[in-house]
């Protein structure tokens, strides 16, 4: 790499690591709103590996989130007097996670497109009804009623509650979660970017672009299936167990179909298979709303006097309207993978 | 199997009593032949004669009946990506291209399970040699060649695996008379370098003039299996498959 590219990586982590401070001075709702977006991107990279690099269309991704979330939720809160630390707690919920991905991929390897949208979508809801109702016979999941009182992280006797001041800078429980999910988000892009490149990506690639000529070329397409389905699932694993520890509650409601959409949609719009177009498809998808809600109000009663259309109204518009227009001028999404770019680059 | 009804040369590729089925409807019914090493055999028939679901078959694709042996190893139970590491190459119908990944890409996907890195380079050296026009193509995504190049590529890529025996499932599907005329070239070019080749075509008068042998399929049976020469004299060839 040569220095300007060092100098431009340097400025970009202090960027980086100076955000949270930067943005508690506007408000710790932003700092919150910002941790949300990082989980978003999380999930939307993990979605990638199934979607966009296996080409398998999911659209029940959000169960995964779930599953993760509810394992961190039910191991560290009151409901069952369990109190373990998430380092133990968030690999099991991965692990969790991983494991439904399979249990969904395997009876799923024969179906593809449309058939396997069906059966995902049924899964993911199957998920959400079960949260939903596992509080009989025995109360397993508290039901509608979701999980409260969840821990929070707690490093190495510092809770992620309080306001801890260091160097004379204050950092408040929102930041400290950001510095750890930035963590996390820059383990993820890496595994993200290795998969990419290596055996495993591109059997993924072969299976996508032909699964026949993948197994002609001597790629277990049926373990390769099974993988990307797990690891799909376990990076959804671990927003979720950060979800739960971030929120302190959760309820069946957080993990409708809408969110799997969502996620899809940041999948979509930023560029299938391309971890930076994901990235940046799934940062558009959470601020542009966030916007929204805080600047449509203010206008509308600047210019009329009085709200006329509710911003969630007008949030779901502008998504449809973004979507209708990548598909019809960008239908690759805004970032795509460049397969022929990638190899000229390796070329020189 | 009995003695006696062993081929007297060593049979690379045998099926004996073959028979697919799609749900209820026998595609394949009760068939047997035999490749034998170094041979170029193809097997014609019409449009559903089930010419393709017997190529499916021996390459573990689709689930099959009845015995198939390939060199010493019983291939009907064997697994359809375990075949290319023992040199059984398919050529898919409708050529199975990765149309978004370059040619390059493609090729050393035939190479996938190999971890001899400089010895795939050669190959692909070697590919491009025979195949000069996908090496002016080579950073060109694959799915922006024509019908004929991307034949060739989906020959180059089974090369890449070192096979001993090429499965071609109609390589002249949509190609041009000229490049259909090409791509069997590339064919006999590849048989000329000892490569053994079980060829299914429509195309049956290009087939057998390709060709050492012959077997002729109808509605799922097997029934002519003579030498190229002789089928393609034998009126019943002519008035089926020849048009005269």
């Known amino acids: 790499m040569s220095t300007k590219k060092w100098i ?45 690099m296996a080409g398998l269309l999911d659209l029940g991704y959000i169960a995964f989130f779930a599953v993760g979330a509810y394992v961190y939720a039910l191991l560290s809160s009151p409901h069952f007097g369990l109190h373990l630390p998430f380092w133990l707690i968030l690999p099991i919920g991965a692990l969790c996670a991983g494991m439904a991905g399979a249990i969904l991929g395997a009876p799923t390897l024969r179906l593809r497109g449309d058939y396997l949208a069906i059966v995902t979508l049924g899964f993911g809801e199957i998920v959400r009804i079960f949260l939903n109702n596992l509080s009989q016979p025995f109360n397993i999941t508290n039901g509608p009623k979701g999980i409260t009182r969840i821990d929070g992280l707690n490093i190495a006797g510092m809770d992620f509650v309080n306001t801890h001041t260091l160097f004379g800078i204050p950092f408040t429980g929102p930041a400290k979660y950001y510095y750890v999910l930035l963590i996390l988000l820059l383990l993820v892009i890496v595994v993200n970017l290795r998969l990419q490149k290596s055996r495993i990506g591109r059997a993924w690639v072969a299976i996508r672009e032909d699964e026949l ?18 690891m799909g699932a376990t990076f959804g694993g671990i927003a979720g167990g950060m979800f739960s520890a971030m929120q302190g509650f959760v309820s069946p409601e957080s993990f409708i179909l809408h969110e799997s959409i969502l996620v899809l949609s940041m999948v979509v719009l930023g560029g299938m298979g391309n971890v930076w177009g994901v990235l940046a498809g799934a940062m558009l998808l959470s601020f542009v709303p966030e916007f929204l809600r805080y600047t449509v109000e203010p206008v509308q009663h600047m210019l009329f006097g009085q709200l006329l259309i509710d911003p ?11 979507l209708v227009l990548t598909m019809r001028f960008r239908p690759a999404g805004l970032w795509p993978e460049s397969r022929h770019k990638l190899e000229m680059n390796e070329a020189k | 199997m009995t003695e006696q009804s062993k081929p007297e040369r060593f049979a690379l590729l045998q099926a004996v009593n073959l028979d697919v089925h ?26 559903g004669a089930g010419k393709t679901s017997t190529l499916k078959a021996i390459a573990r694709m689709i689930p099959s009946s009845g015995e198939m042996r390939y060199r010493d190893m019983r291939l009907d139970q064997m697994q359809s990506h375990d075949l290319i590491r023992h040199g059984l190459a398919l050529v898919p119908e409708g050529r199975g291209i990765f149309a978004r990944l370059t040619v390059a890409e493609n090729l050393t996907m035939g190479a996938y399970h190999r971890n001899d890195k400089a010895e795939i380079e050669l190959d692909l ?37 070192r096979p001993k025996l090429l499965l071609l499932d109609e390589p002249s599907m949509g190609l041009a008379p000229l490049m259909v005329e090409k791509v069997f070239e590339v064919i006999r070019a590849v048989a000329a370098e000892g490569v053994t080749i079980f060829l299914v075509e429509q195309n049956a008068r290009l087939a057998l003039q390709t060709c050492s042998r012959g077997y002729v399929m109808e509605s799922g049976e097997i029934t002519l299996a003579d030498t190229a020469e002789n089928l393609l004299a034998d009126p019943r060839v002519r008035a089926a498959y020849l048009g005269e």
């Open chain 2, 22 to 47: 799609y749900g209820g409807i026998a595609a394949v019914r009760n068939i047997s032949f035999a490749v034998e090493l170094g041979e170029l055999v193809c097997l014609i028939g019409a449009n």
């Open chain 1, 312 to 322: 969630e109204v007008l949030r779901m518009l502008i998504f449809g309207g973004a």
């Open chain 2, 125 to 161: 050296q070697r590919i491009f040699e025979m195949l000069p026009r996908l090496k002016e193509r080579a950073v060109q995504v694959a799915g922006t060649l024509s019908g004929g190049e991307q034949q060739m590529l989906a020959i180059g890529r089974a090369l890449m695996g």
């Open chain 1, 8 to 52: 431009g990586l340097v400025l970009v982590a202090l960027a980086l690591l100076a955000l949270p401070l930067v943005l508690t001075t506007v408000g710790t709702a932003w700092v919150r709103i910002t941790n949300l977006a990082i989980l978003f991107i999380f999930l939307a990279l993990g979605l990638n590996i199934v979607v966009g």
């Open chain 1, 213 to 230: 000529a993948a197994k002609a070329a001597g790629i277990n397409t049926r373990n390769m299936k099974l993988l990307a389905f797990a």
